[in-house]
Structure formats: C-alpha cells, structure tokens
C-alpha cells in the first residue's frame, strides 16, 4: 500500500476477516456427523474450511458435493443447526473491535460485503451488536450475484454514496481479492483468516497482507 494512502471506507468480509465464526461452524458440523452416527472432527481441522460455507464443511466431513443427492438435505440440515445456534461463540477477532474504534474516531466508515445469506448474516451481526455500527451490510444474496463477481462491492460503495476506488476491501479468500479487483477497488488478504491447506494469500494479488487485524490500521497509516 501507498504510505500516504487513506481510504474513505474499509469494507469487510464477514467469516474469517471481521468474525471468528468458525467455532459456531465447527460445532454445528460436529452435531450433524453425530446426527449420522460419525466422529467428531477436531476444531484444527474444520477452521481451514469454513470459509467455503457449507460446501466447503459438508465437502470435509462427508466427502460429498452438489451433484450428490443427499448432498441438499444435508446442507439444509447442516444451516438449520448453525442458523439455531449462530453465535454462541463466535467473536469480533482479537484487535479487530480496536480497528472499528479507530476508524471510526478517524472519520472512516466501514461495512461488510459477505456471501453469507441475510438470513444467516443479520442475526449474527445483530447478537455481535454491529449492526447499528456498520454503514452497509451487504449479503450474498444482497445483489443478482456473489463474490467473486464485483456486483456486491460496487453495490456496497454505491449504498454509502463514494466510488469504488475510494473503498477498501478486506478478505481471507482469493474470490475477495478477485471481487475487488474486478470492481477496481484496493484490497488486503486477511492472512489471519480461515486459509485452506496450500493456500499462499501472497499470491491472491491484493495491494497487501495483513497477518493480524490491528495490522490493517498500519496498511492504510492511521495509528491505535
């Protein structure tokens, strides 16, 4: 990043870059394996998935995909017991409530452009009491397409009234990157987020690396 950069706006992904919701996640896959007479898979294991959703959760603990026909009753299933649950134990990441407090007492408004449905999403945010906070929350059924299409970053900088390039983008995933990119918005990869094994957010192509929330204060120069 630019040393003199400032963004106007910082945008969010929700599950692994402004949340820790993978322990909620974890627990509602853990339910549906007992549900199917199956083991428990460790925390360690599951938190690298997550940010695929429940393809991603179902994909690991049942070795099925979309075309399966189990696989639709086994995501309904799977959401239901998440939706019951949702945050229990999900939390802001460590320093992130900071990085909100810093923004906002510099001027700087932020949102969250997630793919998570708005069923999903604004219960979650409502029982974290960071809605009434956040400038726009856009879902991923907010706008025709998702992530990594850039229709929801665009729609999000259109809510709050600024250009696309007066934006920031923050996500752990590649399609984050590849969203922001497609909307010529600058973006960091959350290297603190949910990574699959092998996956090198070096490589995502983002203006920067964040390898803790309280970093992203120093990538765009404001101090704590």
Not at 4 to 25: E, I, K, N, Q
Not at 32 to 43: F, I, M, Q, R, V
Not at 87 to 107: A, I, P
Not at 149 to 175: F, N, T, W
């Amino acid at each position: 990043m630019s040393p003199d950069y400032r963004p106007m706006s910082v945008l969010f992904d929700l599950d692994g870059t402004l949340v820790d919701t993978a322990p909620d996640m974890a627990y509602a896959l853990n339910q549906l394996l007992a549900e199917h007479g199956k083991p428990d898979l460790p925390y360690e294991s599951i938190r690298p998935h997550v940010s695929n959703g429940a393809r991603g959760l179902l994909g690991l603990g049942f070795d099925i995909d979309t075309p399966h026909p189990e696989y639709e009753g086994l995501r309904q299933r799977f959401l239901n017991l998440y939706e019951s649950d949702i945050s229990t134990r999900s939390r802001l990441f460590e320093g992130m409530d900071e990085v909100l407090d810093v923004l906002e007492s510099n001027g700087i408004i932020w949102g969250i452009v997630t793919n998570k449905p708005g069923w999903l999403t604004m219960p979650l945010v409502e029982a974290l009491d960071i809605h009434r906070r956040a400038a726009c929350i856009i879902s991923g059924d907010t706008c025709e397409r998702a992530k990594p299409h850039p229709m929801p970053l665009l729609h999000a900088a259109q809510s709050i009234g600024l250009k696309a390039e007066s934006c920031l983008y923050v996500g752990d995933a590649a399609r984050d990157i590849d969203a922001a990119r497609a909307a010529g918005m600058p973006v960091i990869a959350a290297g603190y987020g949910y990574l699959e094994p092998g996956s090198d957010p070096s490589q995502w192509g983002a203006d920067a690396m964040a390898s803790h929330p309280l970093e992203l204060l120093q990538l765009i120069g404001i101090r704590p």
